[in-house]
């Protein structure tokens, strides 16, 4: 059974940087693509940014585009969402997600879709002041 760790939540102040992390333990027999998604107040889960453990593409819905950059080693199987400019709107909790089922290939899925993504872990929560 595989496991997902997320760390690095807090309470910033807008404009303040973030780095999460997420570590995956257990077994699993492949692991297509990582993704953080977050719950804000009043909105669904939605999947922020992703990235492919083949190779380095990685995806940013528009609002966070040029704010949050996704990266992974694979080698430690970690994968880490850096956010810079924090605002008040990023204030949710935050989910490390992995598709273990190939979704994200063949064009079934986004690679911003969460549906997508198979496994979830528990969340960190993120509060940005303003």
């Known amino acids: 059974q595989m496991q997902l760790v997320e760390s690095g939540g807090g309470s910033v102040q807008a404009g303040d940087s973030l780095r999460l992390s997420c570590a995956a333990s257990g077994r699993a027999a492949s692991n297509y693509a990582m993704a953080w998604g977050r719950q804000t107040l009043g909105k669904e889960r939605e999947v922020v940014a992703s990235i492919r453990w083949s190779g380095t593409n990685t995806y940013y819905i528009d609002s966070v585009k040029g704010r949050f950059t996704i990266s992974g080693d694979s080698a430690k199987k970690t994968v880490y969402l850096q956010m810079n400019k924090l605002n008040a709107e990023d204030t949710g909790v935050y989910y490390c997600?992995?598709?273990?089922?190939?979704?994200?290939?063949?064009?079934?899925?986004?690679?911003?879709?969460?549906?997508?993504?198979?496994?979830w872990g528990q969340g960190t929560q993120v509060t940005v002041s303003s």
């Open positions: 997600a992995a598709d273990l089922s190939g979704l994200t290939y063949g064009g079934r899925y986004s690679f911003l879709d969460g549906l997508a993504y198979d496994f």
